[in-house]
């Protein structure tokens, strides 16, 4: 085992030397194919590099772009960062249904943002934590001002104070809950600093609480730190359109079968997890690619997609569908904590380039952008689960995968797409075809 102590202090170079040296059986050519792959650009380059600790090199996802969202009257042009090859291809073909459908409409329902500070309190009558905290509340807003008056002449700030007896669940626990309203930014860097004075400013008051008895004038915070659950900052999107309207020249279902069938689809997701899993997952593959692509925090917003999910008790579907007097309706409730500003939003060459794109929206915008493709993801899969398939469209979209796994020519690419326009795509197909081109085995 090979262990190093201040590998972080190396330089770049040295930092590769040391893993081709003690990983990679001193493979030189490990070197220049990382080396590859930096930007010859340096002062980008040095910003990625200063982006986390040990970079080495980049890595690239392809960024690729969804035309034509109609969303609430304007149009957008959506980018994506994912490496899934359908993804971008089903938003895309979502958008063209629904824009000649009214396009989507989005409804910004709430935007708060949580965090605790979890600490023990050993006294044994909890009205006197009560007591102590109405009185200690505004000082633990007061002496706040220093970090939160920029975010109130932005419109934010603490929104509430809460204390919550938690020692049902766990002996002696408490709960100090603030909620935040943060505009624009997503906001953990300002609740985290936030909370952190909070207890500080309560290990302090405490001490010359007299109301309470002098052994139970101390707390023990045991952490300050946001919820990357944000069940109040929630964003709608959705879509609808007579039933009769739901179909396309080419289909082979009546709008009336295919909105029964979706219907069920989305039915089968809300009462069951294993299918609630992938179906979510599907709209996640939206979601994802638009918050990765505008620089903000897909693990939080993942996180908080999936326990709201199951908030029920059950895992269960975040998109829902209805056909009432003639509509069809489909809609996406989803928490999404977003920035549009701090973070990477003004730093990443891609991302501020993503939101000169969208317009520069503010961060409101950018959950109804982001949310639209959700919904849009899920109504491409769904389309496609009741009709055709999945691996229809899905094997169409990796067939350049394998080719460039085989490593196809340009020449033998456009000879083997041309001909699964008209058969179907499955790995062994690919390989048969492609091998019978360069007249390695017989057609049959
Ligand atoms: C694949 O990445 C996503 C789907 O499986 C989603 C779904 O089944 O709804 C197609």
Redesign the pocket.
């Known amino acids: 085992m090979t262990v190093i102590k201040g590998f972080s202090k190396l330089s770049k170079e040295a930092k590769i030397e040391w893993i081709v040296a003690n990983y990679l059986n001193g493979d030189e050519q490990a070197i220049s194919f990382l080396k590859s792959y930096w930007h010859p650009d340096a002062p980008t380059q040095k910003l990625h590099d200063e982006f986390i600790e040990n970079t080495i090199t980049n890595f690239y996802l392809p960024f690729g772009i969804a035309p034509n969202f109609l969303i609430d009257n304007k149009m957008y042009c959506v980018p994506m960062a994912i490496e899934?090859s359908s993804v971008v291809a089903a938003a895309a073909k979502s958008a063209n249904f629904w824009l000649n459908r009214g396009g989507f409409r989005t409804q910004i329902i709430s935007t708060e943002k949580i965090g605790h500070v979890h600490f023990i309190w050993k006294g044994e009558n909890p009205t006197d934590l009560f007591n102590f905290f109405e009185s200690v509340k505004p000082t633990l807003i007061a002496n706040t001002n220093h970090i939160t008056k920029n975010m109130q002449q932005r419109g934010g700030g603490i929104l509430n104070l809460e204390l919550i007896n938690q020692t049902d669940k766990e002996p002696h626990y408490y709960q100090l809950k603030a909620t935040f309203e943060t505009c624009d930014s997503m906001g953990a860097n300002f609740i985290n600093s936030v909370l952190e004075e909070f207890s500080k400013i309560l290990k302090e008051e405490i001490v010359h609480a007299i109301d309470l008895k002098e052994e139970n004038r101390n707390i023990e915070v045991i952490m300050c730190i946001l919820s990357n659950y944000t069940p109040n900052c929630i964003v709608r999107a959705e879509v609808s359109a007579p039933v009769s309207e739901m179909t396309e020249s080419g289909d082979d279902m009546t709008g009336e079968y295919f909105t029964e069938k979706f219907c069920r689809a989305v039915r089968i997701a809300e009462i069951e997890p294993y299918r609630a899993t992938?179906?979510n997952?599907?709209i996640m593959?939206g979601i994802d690619s638009v918050v990765l692509a505008t620089g903000n925090d897909f693990r939080a917003v993942e996180a908080s997609a999936h326990t709201y999910a199951s908030r029920s008790g059950s895992y269960s579907s975040l998109t829902h569908a209805e056909v009432k007097d003639g509509i069809f309706r489909f809609w996406l409730d989803i928490p999404l904590a977003l920035g549009t500003v701090g973070g990477l939003t003004n730093l990443h060459p891609m991302v501020k380039f993503a939101y000169r794109m969208l317009g520069n929206p503010n961060a409101q915008e950018l959950m109804r952008i982001t949310a639209v493709v959700g919904l849009a993801q899920?109504f491409s899969?769904?389309r496609s689960?009741v009709t055709s398939g999945?691996q229809k469209g899905h094997m169409k979209m990796h067939l350049l995968n394998i080719l460039n796994q085989l490593e196809a020519t340009e020449e033998e690419k456009v000879k083997i797409v041309e001909h699964f326009k008209h058969n179907i795509v499955s790995y062994s197909a690919v390989v048969n075809i492609f091998k019978t081109i360069r007249g390695e085995v017989k057609s049959c």
Request: glycine share 10%; proline share 0%; aromatic share 0%.
């Open positions: 899934e992938t179906h997952k599907g593959n899920n899969a769904l689960l999945i």
